[in-house]
């Protein structure tokens, strides 16, 4: 996942979310499609069992546009025994799985509660270089985060 994107190429945008977030997926998804100048492929990546959940989701933002959304059940089986604590379900981990269950060389993840306002071509045409991974500063996380860092070590958001 690195690299610009190809010209021509939807930019790809991925959400990770279970069943309880399908309702802030679907309007962070309608605020990507509504803001986007360029065509976006949207890539739901959900928990495998909650995918029976998301049809009406899926149907309501089709009546609104043309957009298609892929639906990517994902076994989080893997993530199970993980730490799990309030927000933080075994699917916040499914984004751990991108690389793998969508292999394009470039894509933007969503948190499934983030609006986006504004066109994302400019991330798009970023080129990482040899970098696989890139990350926005949250200046306003760096502020309430308990996660230990050194002066000048800037606080990036999970998401």
Known sequence: MSG??????????AYCFDRHFA??????TLSVIASSKTPVAIYWCVDQRDTQHLAPYIEAIGKKTAANIQVVPVDVGEFLAWKTVHHF??????RLLLPEVLPLDTLIYIDADTLVLGDLS???AVDLGERVLAGVPDLAGARVSKIGRTAGDPYLNTG
């Open 122 to 124: 400019d991330l798009f």
């Open 4 to 13: 610009a994107k190809e010209k021509g190429q939807p930019a790809a945008v």
């Open 23 to 28: 309702p802030y997926a679907a309007v962070s």
């Open 89 to 94: 379900t075994p699917a916040t981990y499914l």
